[in-house]
């Protein structure tokens, strides 16, 4: 359990703690307007309030910028608070299919009550998630992770259901059963999905977690 919390502590500082910093200096400018002495051969009557001087107007530019619309980018962008809530989720539900394969793999018992045990820790870090939603990213976002637990759990309840009936025998047998089940490595590619995503803090998509 150490190395599994250190592991998260981990990730959370390398990838949720960066913060971009960009800065923009307002455009300024000037322009210069003269306004010539007339002719020397037009009427002295036409010009003889504007002989022989020269006006010159400045024009400096708004130091605020012009209001634009958030780039698509921007509006993609998950919280920070809810993408380190967020990655608690996507390591548990990990956590829980590497241990759920070596027992597969390695020829343990599989135990009904730690499954059931991190199944609820999983949902405990949803709702924690779902406290700190701040946009429609996070919102988002959450979906998926709740859409990945629901697969999770499902396959891990027809895997205890299998073991009571004692139907386990060719995934301890063979480790191509495994490598060849589809809703697991759905299952491992969409949470391995997740966890980049939060990591970047980018709302994307990905087939494997349809």
């Known amino acids: 359990m150490k190395v599994k919390s250190q592991r998260i502590i981990a990730f959370l500082i390398a990838a949720v703690l960066t913060i971009p910093a960009a800065a923009q200096a307002p455009a300024t400018g000037t322009a210069g307007a003269q306004q010539q002495s007339p002719d020397a051969n037009s009427h002295p009557d036409e010009n003889s309030s504007s002989t022989g001087h020269t006006i010159t107007v400045d024009v400096w530019s708004s130091a605020a910028p012009s209001p634009t619309s958030p780039s698509e980018a921007e509006t993609a962008r998950l919280s920070r608070n809810f993408a380190a809530a967020g990655l608690n989720a996507a390591f548990n539900m990990e956590s829980t299919e590497r241990e759920i394969e070596n027992s597969l793999r390695r020829g343990f018992p599989l135990g009904e009550s730690w499954i059931r045990d991190d199944l609820a820790q999983i949902d405990n870090s949803l709702r924690v998630a779902e406290l700190s939603v701040a ?15 629901k697969r999770l759990r499902a396959w891990s309840n027809w895997l205890i259901e299998q073991n009571k009936m004692l139907a386990l025998t060719e995934y301890y047998i063979s480790s191509s059963t495994l490598d060849n089940d589809d809703r697991f490595q759905n299952s491992v590619a ?10 970047s803090r980018r709302l994307a998509e990905n087939s494997s977690c349809l």
């Open 135 to 149: 946009n429609d990213s996070d919102r988002e976002a959450l979906q998926q992770l709740q859409q990945q637990s």
């Open 190 to 199: 969409c949470t391995r999905y997740l966890v980049s995503m939060l990591a």
